[in-house]
């Protein structure tokens, strides 16, 4: 089963790599890392498995001492919320995030709302080993039910007191994609007097208006919403309501970096100090953020590693290119609704488009493409990379995996956590660059897994 531990949560296909049985275990062991104390709190998204799951999870947790208090289907942001402001000791969402709707899992949070990181890896060795510890019939802890509704209150009355939009005029399309986002984004944005249409907005586990993860592929109905409604923007959310795409007044999905960027020089027009990315995001994020009076830290791929990031760096925004984005203004974990809020208050504030905006900021070709490896061999392969490459003369970033920087572009190589693969993230100036840095790294990577055999 140790397949189904991942870097930041634990994640498989219901009722095949995960069941409830494991559910339950997987909830025993939690609450034996957390000692069978404190309060934690525990929510969902809508999968079709996510309440099974969830019933199961909670019943393990409880368990072994644990007081679970369960919120019920809300997003994934404001489940975070309702940990870090109700003062739990720790929390747990049911989720597989943007994943197909065969998959469910499990992700854990700390009492600040942020993701797990070394930590998973001991509830791993827990379960692996079954070193459980059950509390006595006597002592299992209590099991609350809060209602969802309450919980949404509460979060939306925390985010309306942060802004003070403009917002008369403004229109907007909300796509949540069946998923958790139903329940609060659009009516956020109306509270704020925008004029909003919906698509794919009431929470549906199979996710039948479109693929849970937004992506250009899967927002095509989107951008022609947007186009039809004359809207400012579009967002479209993933299942659980951790990340957000968006689409500009012209019907185009914007580059992930470029809302980050947009939003990043607004904040840094106040305050000067340090915008967070992840390795994989573009170098036109260093040169955007230099002129606006940054400064760019460069971090692990991973929301979890994010987070810790900002709290090291006492960052004032993040971005990574899987469309999370942090606004620690508000707290440490990620939030796309806030970030969605924001764009709107800035595009209505400085009365321009978004296209506008976008096409201000330059674009580069990029691609990323998985490159098969086997698994016992992958990490091999990094690893003589590595001493390649080090000893090449060009800026070389072990940050996480490899990542070599020329004048003109940039490659990343990072190997897979659960899949015989290397990622491989290529950037450059121009298209022709683009291609020979990716036909070398192909070839390297060939060349280095010979070597190893």
Known sequence: MEYIFRAYDVRGIFNKEITP????????AFGTYLKGEGKVLVGRDPRTSSLIMENAFISGLSATGCDVYSTGLVPIPTANFKIWQGGYDAGAYITASHNPPEYNGVRFRHPDGTGYTFQNEEIKNIFLKEEFKLSDWKNVGRIIYINPEKTLREYSDYILSKFNPVYEKFKVVIDPGNGAASLIAPYIFREFGAKVSTINCYPDGTFPGRP?????KNLGDLMKAVVATGADFGAGYDGDADRVVFVDDKGRVVQNEKIGIIISKRILEKKKGII???MECSMIVESEIKKAGG????VRVGDVFVAEA???YNALFAMETSAHY??????TFDDPIVVSLKLG???SEWGLKLSEMVDEIPSYPKVMENIPCPDEKKFKVIDELINTYK????PVDLTDGVKVSYSDGWFLLRPSNTTPLIRATVEAKSNDRLQELLKMVKKEIKTALKKIS
């Open 326 to 331: 942090f606004f620690p203004e508000f707290y």
């Open 276 to 278: 967070i990315a992840n």
């Open 21 to 28: 049985e494991i559910a339950a275990k997987i909830g025993i």
């Open 345 to 347: 208050e800035i595009l």
């Open 295 to 298: 400064t760019v830290k460069r």
């Open 212 to 216: 849970s993860e937004p992506n250009e």
């Open 391 to 394: 000893n090449s003369g060009l």
């Open 310 to 312: 900002i709290k090291k």
